[in-house]
């Protein structure tokens, strides 16, 4: 697996102002390093034990991205070690951001994530719930949104794209409006199969694993 010729290859086929975060979830830190010896800084992690490991043992430069789902009694691990949390998904979440955050006197800045095709195994909250979870951030002081995250059902290109311009519009809507503590600058959307089609519809940082790093067991 030649992960420098496949970042140099995702890299040409994403624009300037749109973010790569490569998602480095169960690989070693052998790979890591390469991905960081070809420019890297941004790595994607689900699980939290496993983000304090790579956390304690990497580069201290490295922006860490949560993306997987927090568990409120894990919050106290992350405080300090990651650069945005893509996975708000529950007011009880935020309140314990805003707690173990203002403990450490620092801010959170997070992404909140919709179930964008109303799964029901799946994270995140239902779109018409987003306004009752903004309301709720807006009486924050430790956390801030700075945009929205959607993992979407398996399915194909063209219903793939269906669901990247839902989220569009969400996402757009609410950067038209006025909200304490949100700015809607990031549209967190797309993965190895479908980053192309999700950037092309709008995605300003897509994350992709398996495509920089090789398939996962
Ligand atoms: C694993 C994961 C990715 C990357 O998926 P690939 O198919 O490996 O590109 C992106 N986002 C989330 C939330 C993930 O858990």
Same mark, same amino acid.
């Given at each position: 697996m030649d992960i420098k010729n496949n970042l140099i290859n995702i890299e040409k086929s994403i624009p300037k102002d749109v973010k790569l975060v490569a998602v480095s979830k169960y690989k070693p830190i052998e790979m890591l390093q390469e991905?960081?010896?070809a420019g890297i800084r941004d790595f994607g992690e689900n699980k939290v034990q496993e983000l304090q490991d790579k956390y304690d043992k990497f580069h201290k430069d490295v922006k860490w991205h949560f993306i997987g789902h927090l568990q409120t009694n894990k919050v106290k691990? @992350?405080? $300090? =070690?990651? &650069?945005?949390?893509? #996975? !708000?998904? #529950?007011? *009880? !979440? !935020? &309140? +314990? !951001? +805003?707690?173990?955050? *203002? &403990? =450490?006197? @620092? @801010?959170?800045?997070v992404l909140i994530q919709i179930n964008i095709g109303r799964e029901e195994n799946k994270y995140g909250i239902l779109e018409e719930e987003l306004i009752s979870l903004i309301e709720e951030v807006e009486k924050c002081s430790f956390v801030k949104v700075k945009g929205l995250m959607a993992i979407l059902p398996k399915g194909d290109e063209v219903s793939n794209r269906e669901y990247f311009k839902r989220m569009y519009k969400i996402w757009s809507d609410m950067k038209a409006k006025n909200f304490k503590n949100i700015t809607m600058e990031i549209l967190s959307m797309g993965m190895s199969n479908d980053y192309k089609i999700a @950037? +092309? +519809? $709008?995605?300003?940082?897509v994350r992709v694993g398996q495509g920089i790093f090789g398939k996962r067991d």
């Open positions: 991905a960081y010896e691990y @992350i405080v $300090g =070690k990651v &650069n945005l949390i893509h #996975s !708000l998904d #529950s007011v *009880k !979440l !935020l &309140n +314990e !951001l +805003e707690k173990n955050y *203002k &403990n =450490k006197d @620092i @801010i959170a800045d @950037i +092309e +519809e $709008g995605a300003n940082m």
